[in-house]
């Protein structure tokens, strides 16, 4: 019988499952500090529980932290972590995979890249997780086991979920997770630590953007309808200008935050014909532009822009008042670097 994990539930969810057990009432305070404060791996580290207790909810349930398998190191200090995971694709069937955290230093910061899918379903051409197809939803556990199971944990300032999966198409287990890492009772960090990167799924958006303070990022790298539904088969279900149109609705000049990631493909949407096209589309709305180096993959046709015509572009969007800065790219020779992230051992058998 599979148990229930306990990471990711609240103290009033806790509080319920103790009282089933036998527990009293304020046991449900006592596992939620356990779990997110003393970050224990197991039910029997609980010592302040009663000996009978801790037997009992052991019957039917465990913390649920998933353990790296394995951990490569970069040059620049990046370590990206290795989880393997079983997710439910249909009824009674799980498929086990691996998902990868990337844990990135950065003077007195410490980021860590999160996913929140096995794989991902949208599908973006330019992509190696969208290449490896859908294999499940992470579970908040799941989700919540990048944070708890890295040797950095107690040193992360930062997370950002950019890395497997797209982050509203996982909504329940994703704002599960914000809850904790932003409740008193769970990590307390400010919403101001935390990044979602998306690329546009509306009506997640909105549900998104009214029920947190978190910032966020949005996979724009086009101007053009056309040209983006080309490379990002979700332009048609949820147009960009759509999802400015509900940017629009919400405040980014004061603590949050709203980017736009824009990564620069070779002679496809790197001219100025782009730039000056996304300074209209963007008008408006108090936001940063971030320009990724793309990293070339198997099979598809575009390199990365040269230096000078990503420093045309960024020029070309700073004189026109938006702020742009070119993203140093990190821990690519392991194959942590964005859209790089297959979730496999060693990419480079596959490249
Ligand atoms: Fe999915 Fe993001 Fe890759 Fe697109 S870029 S396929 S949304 S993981």
Known sequence: MNKIKLLGKTPAQLKEIALSCGLPSFAGQQIAQWLYKKKVRSISEMTNLSKAGREALSQGYEVGAIVPEEVFTSADGTRK??????????????????????????????????SSQAGCKMGCKFCMTGRQGFHGNLSAADILSQFISIDESDQLTNAVFMGMG?????????????????????????????????????PRLKEFLDGCKCHLAISLHNPFPDERESMMPVQKAFPLAKVLDLLRQYDFSGQRRVSFEYTMFSGFNDDKRHADALVRLLRGIPCRVNLIRFHKI??????????????????????????????????????????????????????
């Not at 329940?172 to 546009?200: E, H, N």
């Not at 420093?311 to 990190?330: H, K, P, V």
């Open 166 to 202: 797209e982050p509203l198409d996982n909504f329940d287990a994703v704002m599960t997770v914000i809850q904790v890492l932003t409740a008193d009772w769970g990590f307390a960090w400010s919403p101001k630590r935390i990044t979602l990167s998306s690329i546009g799924v509306l």
């Open 298 to 351: 198997p099979d598809f046709p575009y390199g990365t822009s040269p230096a000078p015509v990503m420093e045309m572009f960024r020029d070309r969007l700073d004189a026109a008042g938006i702020t742009c800065t070119i993203r140093a790219s990190r821990g690519e020779d392991i194959f942590a670097a964005c859209g790089l992230l297959a979730g496999k051992h060693n990419e480079k058998d596959s490249i």
């Open 81 to 114: 972590y290795l989880f393997p995971v079983r997710c439910p694709v249909a009824a009674g069937h799980d498929e086990e995979s691996v998902v990868e955290a990337v844990m990135i230093p950065d003077g007195d910061r410490a980021t860590l890249c999160v």
